[in-house]
């Protein structure tokens, strides 16, 4: 077991948690006033899939387990599962669409994902910090529109939704924070 900052903490990531194992299923940075910001962290238990609420400050010390990680290339998606790739030997695994919930949005195929395994199971996997989608659907430019504090609603490929500054338009690609879910700018080349 090794030792880390609450504040390093990330989704997918395995801890160890009132004895037990636990995967970071969402996390929440709370801040109020002047008071000291903590973090509000939804685990999910390795053993029985239970979900659970805790809370640490930043500054707190979190045990975090030996977990075997490898890179895989995401595929395609086959029905309730996700099918991976392992670049250097070329198997492919499926693993669980609960395992990677929300992060389903991100994916369109070719993601490099990082698959965590705990004694040969599945326990988390991490998406990339940031992915390159295409927009399919929003409102059209205005003219005069500057990138200023103003945004609109885009629909990208994946079915994901994300506020894009007005220039934005239908048909080009963007890349997106996978952390916070948020447009980061408009993807080079």
């Known amino acids: 077991m090794a030792a880390m900052k609450a504040s390093e903490l990330k989704k997918g990531k395995v801890i160890q ?8 299923f969402d996390i929440e940075r709370v801040s109020k006033g002047n008071w ?4 509000q962290i939804k685990l999910k238990s390795i053993k029985d899939g239970r979900v659970i609420d805790a809370r640490f400050g930043v500054d707190d010390r979190v045990e975090t387990a030996f977990v075997d990680t490898r890179v895989y290339q995401y595929l395609y998606r086959d029905g309730d599962s996700f099918v991976v790739m392992d670049e250097k030997t070329y198997d492919q695994i499926n693993i669980a669409s609960e395992l990677i919930g929300e992060g ?12 965590q395994f705990i004694d040969g199971k599945i326990v988390g996997v991490e998406l990339p910090n940031v992915v390159e989608l295409t927009i399919t659907d929003t409102p059209p430019v205005v003219r005069g529109a500057t990138a200023t504090n103003q945004t609109k609603e885009a629909v990208l490929e994946t079915g994901l939704r994300v506020r894009v500054p007005p ?4 048909g080009e690609t963007i890349r997106v924070d996978t952390r916070s879910g948020e447009y980061l700018e408009r993807a080079k080349g």
């Open 167 to 170: 220039f934005i338009e239908n």
């Open 17 to 24: 948690y009132e004895g037990a194992l636990y995967s970071i």
């Open 36 to 39: 000291r910001s903590y973090l």
């Open 104 to 115: 389903a949005l991100y994916l369109r195929g070719n993601e490099q994902l990082t698959v």
